[in-house]
């Protein structure tokens, strides 16, 4: 069976970073659009960052946009979310799953037609 498998979540200080690992088990990424999502209790998901396979064009949500960076490293079938300048309002737990290609609305990374989905890594910002 596929699946996604994220890590590198953990209790982090406001200001610092993390780097989150979105792998596959069983199947290669590189044919896939991947994208990250999040979600805090009582909310609903939330796109964060999505690359397409091929020309692995990125996306970004504006909470994201120059702080986060989403990178591929097909060798490793690994997708990466490298997180820096981390705030409190990043606290969530965030997912990882696949498409065939970006589904942005209107600049919004909407989670339509994704599938895969990893069980997520918990990310929490605080001092």
């Known amino acids: 069976q596929v699946r996604l498998v994220e890590s590198g979540g953990g209790l982090v200080q406001p200001g610092g970073s993390l780097r989150l690992s979105c792998v596959a088990s069983?199947?290669?990424?590189?044919?896939?659009?991947i994208g990250w999502f999040r979600q805090a209790p009582g909310t609903e998901r939330e796109g964060i960052s999505c690359?397409?396979?091929?020309?692995?064009?990125?996306y970004y949500a504006d909470s994201a946009k120059d702080r986060f960076t989403i990178s591929r490293d097909n060798d490793k079938n690994t997708v990466y979310l490298q997180m820096n300048s981390l705030k409190s309002e990043d606290t969530a737990v965030y997912f990882c799953?696949?498409?065939?290609?970006?589904?942005?609305?209107?600049?919004?990374?909407?989670?339509?037609?994704?599938?895969?989905w990893g069980q997520g890594t918990r990310v929490t910002v605080s001092s």
């Open positions: 069983r199947w290669t990424l590189d044919r896939y659009a």
């Open positions: 690359i397409t396979s091929g020309d692995g064009r990125t």
């Open positions: 799953a696949t498409n065939v290609g970006c589904t942005v609305v209107r600049g919004d990374i909407r989670p339509i037609g994704y599938g895969n």
